[in-house]
């Protein structure tokens, strides 16, 4: 017994950091890691694209890592074993801020040095009011996810609420700019981040693990009430019936995407009768409808599968009467047209309190693509979640492959269009034709195939890879196995 003991004494003694203050980097490290590579990445990257991207991948993951400081507890369904530790609730909410703090101090000191607040860069995001403060806004951003997201979060019991309504404090302060100057904004957020602290620190003394979804936002009934009126037995019976009924579950899925989509249209118009008010407009609106439509893109893929999972009803589809194929379809259909339609939505509202310059051939190329880049981002975001058990976790990753793609595709597109220009001149001389006819025909293709090549092969490469990620993603929702070698498979 003494041998045991001593043994169990050396073993815990050789842990370099506390139980507590482990677990909490465990739940924040990858987020962190994510964050932290992404904008060193892009500060070597350098230019404005490079910094855009990396201030952008600094202040999503600032506002996750504190959303996620509460709402990992919430996701793993942990909330209840951590309120009931014999341990002052002051002293456990004390291990998760220093840990976020050290975590948000690390990625602000990398963004600092690699970004060096650039300020095109922030002018783009937010605006020519907000650019002149340089590094403030960094330091800013960190306060707001060490101070306002973990209390928001305890408020609307999840991390991906938390993280949009912390998104929400700031940027209607930039909204109110418009109106009565951008000046306000500084003084307002300095005296809202002291309230929000002292605010969780009282929330999460007095809070309850309230088991269930019931307290969270969802979408109203429409309707009268007929839950106690028809059976489910006679819902299921019928195929047209039971259609409904799914589609009428993966639109309850969709919650938080309809509160962000009516969040950024009422930031589109606020901002541009506010614009039109002052004559003077500091907040970027091409900016704005950009980030609305890619952010809502990748929240509606990411929540169509992995929340099911975290709500524990994914393996219940697997018992309906229905095929599988049958369910999946209607869910990638449900995710692929709501993103379409709200995208097209807020264009919409752009073109109509815009100029309207816009000729109608231009505003239907501009749908064109923009319905492609998005049923693109979806289903890259749909396929990503199917691979995850959180929705949380499904955005973080599907924002930061992104954030790939849009670095490296386009030195891997130029590099492609180079080779395959250098194939083609290499098969024309090696056939015995000059370098002049070579070259002649070269023009010719770039001035005459390579128009409909422009054309397409965007699309067809686009139909090509959204069928690829809708059949794999399905296969991964209808499985338990989510390990790094079943994506190395297929890949």
Request: positive net charge.
């Amino acid at each position: 017994m003494h041998r045991a003991a001593a043994g169990a004494r050396r073993v815990t003694g050789r842990s370099l950091l506390p139980p507590g203050v482990t677990k909490e980097v465990r739940a924040l490290l990858p987020i962190w890691a994510g964050s932290t590579g992404i904008v060193a990445v892009s500060g070597a990257i350098g230019g404005t694209r490079g910094h855009m991207v990396g201030l952008f991948a600094y202040a999503l993951g600032a506002l996750v890592l504190g959303a996620q400081s509460i709402g990992h507890e919430y996701a793993h369904r942990t909330l209840g074993v951590l309120l009931a530790q014999p341990w002052n609730r002051r002293r456990l909410y004390t291990i998760k801020l220093a840990v976020l703090a050290a975590m948000l101090l690390t990625l602000g000191a990398v963004a600092w040095v690699a970004l060096r607040a650039s300020p095109d860069a922030v002018r783009h995001l937010a605006g020519d009011g907000v650019a002149g403060y340089g590094s403030s806004v960094l330091w800013l951003t960190a306060l707001c996810g060490l101070c306002l997201a973990p209390v928001l979060t305890m408020a609307s019991r999840g991390a991906l609420a938390g993280v949009v309504f912390t998104i929400v404090v700031p940027g209607s302060l930039l909204v109110l700019g418009d109106f009565i100057g951008v000046a306000v904004f500084w003084p307002l957020m300095i005296a809202i981040l002291p309230v929000a602290a002292l605010s969780g620190w009282r929330m999460f003394v007095r809070l309850e693990a309230i088991d269930g979804r019931g307290a969270e936002l969802h979408l109203p009934r429409w309707g009268p009430d007929r839950e106690h009126a028809i059976s489910v037995e006679r819902d299921a019976a019928v195929a047209p019936a039971a259609f409904w009924l799914l589609v009428k579950k993966e639109i309850r899925l969709q919650h938080m995407s309809f509160v962000v989509a009516g969040l950024g249209i009422l930031a589109w118009v606020t901002i541009s009768l506010g614009g039109q008010a002052t004559q003077a407009r500091t907040i970027p609106l091409e900016a704005l409808v950009v980030l609305y439509i890619g952010l809502l893109s990748v929240l509606i893929g990411s929540l169509a599968s992995a929340e099911e999972r975290q709500l524990g009803t994914a393996e219940w589809g697997l018992l309906l009467p229905m095929a599988a194929w049958q369910q999946w379809a209607v869910k990638a259909g449900v995710a692929l047209g709501l993103a379409c339609l709200l995208s097209l939505a807020v264009q919409a509202a752009a073109w109509s309190l815009g100029s309207g310059s816009e000729s109608i051939p231009d505003v239907a190329r501009l749908w064109l693509r923009t319905t492609t880049v998005v049923l693109l981002v979806t289903s890259w975001s749909l396929y990503v979640s199917s691979l995850n058990a959180s929705g949380v976790k499904a955005m973080i990753a599907s924002v930061a492959t992104l954030f790939g793609v849009v670095l490296l595709v386009p030195a891997g597109a130029w590099a492609w269009w180079s080779g395959l220009l250098r194939f083609f001149y290499y098969v024309q001389v090696s056939s015995g034709v000059s370098p002049e006819a070579s070259s002649a025909v070269l023009v010719r293709m770039h001035h005459g195939a390579g128009r409909a090549w422009a054309i397409l092969t965007p699309i067809v490469t686009a139909a090509g890879l959204i069928g690829i990620l809708l059949w794999l993603g399905g296969v991964n929702h209808r499985s338990a196995e989510r390990g790094p070698w079943r994506i190395l498979q297929q890949a």
